[in-house]
């Protein structure tokens, strides 16, 4: 957050509509993403009520649990989801290339993409990982195949999504909220229904107006929590009729009227994202996604076991670091794609623009701990903005982002930046390779590029902050033997 | 505490419980709420007069399988439970005794139940009678000047030690974590239990671990923890205390004020709560029942807190919409307090225009 995205907001209330928060689409669409819309009982850990799952808006799958107490009922509903997901994900993460590299890899040509309607989607997908992982497909408790290999990919994409700019399994709230500034508070933004009234609502209607109606009580939610409303005047008495008679019919109409005004929403949103056009970053952090896909596929393929109950402290520290550095990365590269992103941070300082106003091209000095005599040329930016960096801050620039620069000096106009590479190897500055008089430039102290931080001790080398050297993972019987409710 | 029954009129007032005691904290700088807790309004009500939904029920589902699993851990004399306060509280094997204290001698009304449960405690904070865990007690709290009967799922007595509050609860511990804002929910509503029983037995015979009953991973398997609610109890002394000094508030309204909901018209019910100042934000909407009706009066007046905290810290100093706006238009009058932020909204709305067109 940051000064610019509240005044925006203040000035999208004052308009009654949303306003762009980006200009290009932080966020890779795939061609053919799945969409998928749970619904839990109120009072359970994981009991699905039922799902609207599919890749086509006209045609939604309706997958409900007519008895959502009773547990074959349950794993029968994840056998079904899985009947739905698994087919999309192996037809699509079996299609692999080979990337020549130093170490050549593999990444799959193409990545499944999961869409969900809010953060609480997300969790739910990993609640149904965790439960359905670990279990048996033979034996006492048997569930059908299927069980357990959907819980693995559920809870690798749901772990996926915790990484910043991840788009293989994304919650709408999150994509739209990233992409727009509405004129309610962030509390309000995380209905879907709210949020969209705000950035597409009907014919006639204002952004306020439109969030309004969100919060009739005949607008279902976004789930996966059910209103409490609709809990007891219908899906109650649906349930009383399939224990009575063994019909489904009357949950799976209650479930319909709940999940498709939701489901629509959802394409409807996917429509909107898809206007904007894909920015660089986007694509790239996207074959990130296939490398990670051809990873786990890889794992599955060749016998590995399911994820852990909980990391241990070296794959905690591990994850973390990948999590930070995933994320210092995101926020960079959003930056640099998009010069409105750009705008938040220079309105807090820690970038600036303007026009070079003098560039001093001679410039040599012998660097520290160098020996001889290089080029660093400064270039003098003259900028309105509140720059907060200070003297011998590394910066970048988005129009130059392989070329690293240090600033140099600094006034209450101006900012002076030493060039630090990338002017070829000559006794000069090769032509162009320093911005000239006249051109506007925008330097930041983000970096897109995956920052080098110290390594992490090899394994039998774990200090014994971390446990020391950890025990090989054995998996037990009791990992599946979990009594049910 | 008559001018608050005034306001309340005929209309009979609202019960509270744990769970509305432990609200009163949430946001403590609104007048309004102070004021309708104080004369014990039942905002529901309120709300339904003026046409607002309700939203504020729990789903059937949730209701029956709390009751299920409170059930299924007090089952048998509460074997469950004392399997595991003895892992817990180390309680030794011969000290279980089980004591219902809802029957009082035949005697169902609260005050009768309440001198039971005195007495029973007082016995077994003396070390006489044999009670391990005393169900269902019934105590007592003095909210505002009215008397507010609570009663805890359980409270465990260990020998030689304290009492300790059982808060049983049907969300799932799944490999050791739980939902933040459940366990935090939960935490709040067994702190105004400590605080009645500490206000029966004093204050250092109440242990402030309270034993959290949660079911296990995916299992109806109860498992217990202890959280610390020391933070919440002095919370919620703060609101206790606000609550008894109502008479500051009460001073600044209109003189004839009444919230007589059965003998007013909605309008007339509009016009009196919006007598008396609110302090809507957005975390509002998940504790007051009032809160759509604030929102809408916070819109229409502009409040910045309407859309939310961030955006009010950004802009400290401005309090509405239109001011933001108008200080953030280059060439308008600014006031000299305004001066910096002014400034400095008018370039991010440069930066804004420049970076969209």
Redesign the interface.
């Known amino acids: 957050?940051?000064?610019?995205?509240?005044?925006?907001?203040?000035?999208a209330?004052?308009q009654g509509r949303a306003?762009?928060r980006a200009?290009v689409r932080h966020v890779h669409l795939a061609e053919a993403p799945m969409v998928f819309v749970p619904l839990r009982?109120?009072?359970?850990?994981?009991a699905p009520l039922g799902a609207m799952v599919g890749t086509d808006p006209a045609r939604p799958t309706l997958l409900v649990v007519p008895q959502?107490r009773n547990r074959d009922l349950r794993f029968q509903f994840l056998a079904d989801l899985g009947a739905v997901l698994l087919p999309y994900i192996d037809r699509i993460s079996r299609q692999v290339e080979t990337v020549e590299a130093r170490t050549p890899f593999e990444r799959c040509l193409d990545a499944p993409q999961i869409v969900v309607p809010s953060p609480g989607g997300v969790e739910f997908a990993a609640?149904l990982g965790?439960?359905s992982r670990f279990r048996r497909t033979t034996g006492p408790y048997a569930v059908d195949p299927a069980v357990p290999m959907l819980g693995r990919w559920l809870t690798f994409l749901a772990e996926q999504s915790e990484f910043a700019g991840s788009s293989l399994m994304v919650a709408m709230t999150d994509l739209l909220t990233a992409h727009w500034v509405t004129?309610?508070?962030?509390?309000?933004d995380a209905d879907l229904a709210a949020l969209l009234g705000w950035i597409d609502p009907p014919e006639g209607l204002t952004g306020?107006e439109a969030a309004a109606l969100a919060?009739?009580?005949l607008t279902p939610p976004a789930g996966p929590d059910?209103?409490?409303?609709f809990?007891?005047q219908e899906?109650?008495k649906a349930i009383e009729h399939y224990d009575a008679t063994g019909s489904a019919a009357q949950v799976e109409e209650a479930l319909h009227g709940q999940l498709r005004p939701t489901w629509d929403r959802v394409w409807q949103a996917i429509g909107l994202l898809s206007a904007l056009k894909e920015s660089p970053g986007a694509t790239a952090r996207w074959e990130r996604d296939r490398v990670h896909v051809a990873l786990h596929r890889a794992w599955i393929d060749g016998g590995g076991l399911p994820q852990g109950?909980?990391d241990s402290a070296v794959a905690a520290a591990k994850r973390l670091a990948r999590l930070e550095a995933a994320q210092q990365s995101f926020e960079a590269a959003r930056a640099f794609d998009d010069?409105?992103v750009?705008?938040e941070y220079?309105?807090d300082g820690v970038a600036f623009a303007g026009e070079v106003v003098a560039v001093d091209l001679t410039r040599r000095i012998v660097p520290p701990g160098g020996k001889r005599e290089v080029p660093r040329p400064l270039v003098t930016i003259e900028t309105?903005?509140?720059v907060r960096l200070a003297k011998g801050k590394k910066v970048r620039s988005p129009s130059r982002p392989r070329q690293s620069a240090t600033i140099a000096d600094l006034t209450e106009t101006t900012v002076t930046v030493q060039i630090d590479d990338g002017m070829g190897r000559g006794g000069q500055p090769a032509e162009g390779s320093v911005p000239a008089v006249g051109t506007v430039i925008c330097y930041t102290e983000l970096d897109p590029g995956e920052s080098r931080r110290a390594p992490l001790p090899p394994r039998e080398e774990t200090p014994w902050t971390h446990g020391g050297p950890p025990p090989e993972y054995v998996p037990t019987d009791d990992d599946a033997a979990?009594?049910?409710? | 505490m008559n001018r608050l029954d005034a306001i309340r009129g005929a209309t009979p007032g609202q019960d509270h419980n744990a769970r509305s005691i432990a609200a009163l904290a949430a946001n403590p700088a609104c007048d309004r709420r102070a004021i309708l807790d104080a004369a014990a309004i039942d905002k529901p009500r309120l709300m339904r007069r003026l046409r607002f939904d309700d939203r504020w029920g729990q789903s059937p589902f949730a209701i029956q399988r709390n009751q299920q699993f409170t059930d299924l851990v007090k089952a048998n004399g509460a074997a469950h439970l004392l399997r595991l306060l003895r892992t817990l509280l180390d309680l030794p094997i011969e000290e279980a005794g089980y004591v219902n204290l809802e029957d009082a001698g035949g005697n169902e009304g609260q005050v009768a139940r309440h001198g039971h449960t005195r007495r029973i405690i007082r016995q077994t904070a003396e070390g006489r009678g044999r009670a391990t865990i005393l169900d269902r007690p019934l105590l007592r709290l003095d909210v505002a000047g009215a008397q507010v009967y609570l009663e805890p799922d359980v409270i465990a007595f260990q020998l030689g030690g304290r009492f300790h509050i059982v808060a049983i609860k049907s969300f799932a511990i799944v490999d050791d974590q739980a939902d933040t804002p459940k366990v935090s929910a939960a935490a709040r509503e067994a702190a105004v239990y400590v605080h009645a029983l500490r206000a029966l037995v004093g204050r250092d015979l109440v242990s402030h671990d309270v034993i959290l009953v949660c079911p296990r991973d995916f299992t109806n398997e109860p498992t217990a923890t202890t959280v610390d609610v020391r933070h919440q109890l002095v919370t919620l002394a703060r609101q206790l205390s606000r609550l008894t000094r109502i008479e500051a508030i009460l001073d600044r309204l209109p003189e004839n004020l009444s919230l007589d909901l059965d003998a007013l018209s909605p309008a007339q019910i509009e016009a009196a709560v919006a007598a008396i100042p609110a302090r809507y934000a957005p975390q509002c909407l998940s504790a007051c029942e009032l809160s759509h009706l604030c929102r809408r009066e916070a819109h229409d007046l502009g409040h910045l807190d309407a859309l939310g905290r961030v955006v009010r810290d950004d802009l400290g100093g401005i309090e509405s919409v239109q001011t933001a706006l108008r200080v953030a238009t280059p060439g308008e009058p600014v006031a000299d307090d305004q001066a910096e932020i002014a400034e400095r909204l008018r370039h991010v709305a440069r930066l804004y225009d420049e970076a969209v067109a």
């Open positions: 957050m940051s000064l610019l995205h509240s005044y925006v907001k203040v000035k209330r004052e306003l762009p200009t009982l109120a009072g359970e850990a994981a959502p609640k965790r439960s004129g309610q508070s962030a509390a309000e306020p919060d009739d009580p059910t209103h409490p409303e809990d007891r899906l109650q109950k909980r010069p409105l750009m705008a220079r309105a309105s903005d509140p979990e009594p049910w409710s």
